[in-house]
Nanobody
Framework: QVQLVESGGGLVQAGGSLRLSCAAS????????MGWFRQAPGKEREFVAG????????YYADSVKGRFTISEDKAKNTVYLQMTSLKPEDTAIYYC???????????????WGQGTQVTVSS
C-alpha cells in the first residue's frame, strides 16, 4: 500500500520561502511519478509541480515557474518542493500525489497525502 506523508507547511510573509517534503512508502513502478497539487478555499485542486523518479524530468505550472523547485531524494524516497518568493495567492493546502506518469489532472491520481497548510501573509 502506497503511503504519502507531507510536512513543512506553515505561515510565512510574502516574499519568504518554505520547503515542503513528501515521504513515500510502498512505492512501486506504478507510482514512478510524484506531483504536488494545491487547493485554496473555494477553488479546485490544481497542479503545481511534478517529477519523474525515472529520469528526473520535472514539470511546473506557469504560476510557479521560476519560484518553486521540485527535487527528489531516491535514497529517502522523498520529494521536496522548495518555494521561494511566496505570494498571498500561494496560500492553500498542498498535497503530494503519485501515479505512473505525468498528469496535471488531479482526478488521474489514486494516491494522496493528507496535505499541509501553507499560508502567505501580505
Amino acid at each position: 500500500q502506497v503511503q504519502l506523508v507531507e510536512s513543512g507547511g506553515g505561515l510565512v510573509q510574502a516574499g519568504g520561502s518554505l520547503r515542503l517534503s513528501c515521504a513515500a512508502s510502498g512505492r512501486a513502478f506504478s507510482t514512478s511519478y510524484m506531483g504536488w497539487f494545491r487547493q485554496a478555499p473555494g477553488k479546485e485542486r490544481e497542479f503545481v509541480a511534478g517529477v519523474s523518479w525515472i529520469g528526473g524530468s520535472t514539470y511546473y505550472a506557469d504560476s510557479v515557474k521560476g519560484r518553486f523547485t521540485i527535487s527528489e531524494d531516491k535514497a529517502k524516497n522523498t520529494v521536496y518542493l522548495q518555494m521561494t518568493s511566496l505570494k498571498p495567492e500561494d496560500t492553500a493546502i498542498y498535497y503530494c500525489a503519485t501515479r505512473f506518469r505525468h498528469s496535471t489532472a488531479y482526478t488521474d491520481y489514486a494516491y494522496w497525502g493528507q496535505g499541509t497548510q501553507v499560508t502567505v501573509s501580505s
